[in-house]
Each structure stands twice: as structure tokens, then as C-alpha cells.
């Protein structure tokens, strides 16, 4: 087993979740696979993916729903095979 961190690929705000009437993308327990969107990084009314590097399962998620990040902070932690 290995920890991997998602990073914020750039400063903006932070959100779980598409739509605010939407569930998140992910909860701490959920299998992800390498690829899948896991959260979305705003700036300026524009939204950027952030997607699972590898497959493996979300151990933590390190950052409040609509909270302000900075590029290359760690967002969500995942554990995986390698």
C-alpha cells in the first residue's frame, strides 16, 4: 500500500461537489479510478478538473468544500496498490 496526494493544479476554490444540489464526487472510503474527476478547482467562473492520478481509495479529503487553495496543495489523500 502507498499514500499519493491530489494537488490543486493552480490557485482558485475548492469544490466537492458540481452543483451545489449535487452529492461530492467522492467520500472518504470510496474507490477511485486512475483518471476520474474527484474534485473541481474554480477561478473566474472557470472549472478545472481534478482527477485521480492513479486507482486506489480516498483516506482523506484535506480541504473544506469551497475553500480557497493554492496551487499544488494537497487536497485529497489516496491510498493505492503500488
Not at 472510503?29 to 474527484?38: K, L, M, Y
Not at 481534478?50 to 487553495?69: H, K, P, R
Not at 499544488?72 to 491510498?79: D, F, V
Request: hydrophobic share 35%; no cysteine.
Amino acid at each position: 500500500m502507498a499514500t499519493e496526494y491530489l494537488t490543486a493544479p493552480m490557485p482558485g476554490v475548492f469544490y466537492r461537489r458540481p452543483d451545489p444540489d449535487d452529492p461530492p464526487f467522492v467520500e472518504v472510503g470510496d474507490d477511485v479510478s486512475e483518471g476520474e474527476t474527484v474534485a473541481l478547482v474554480g477561478v473566474m467562473k472557470n472549472f478545472h478538473d481534478v482527477t485521480a492520478s492513479s486507482s486506489g481509495t480516498v483516506s482523506e479529503i484535506l480541504v473544506d468544500d469551497e475553500a480557497e487553495i493554492e496551487a499544488g496543495q494537497e487536497l485529497i489523500e489516496l491510498t493505492t496498490d503500488d
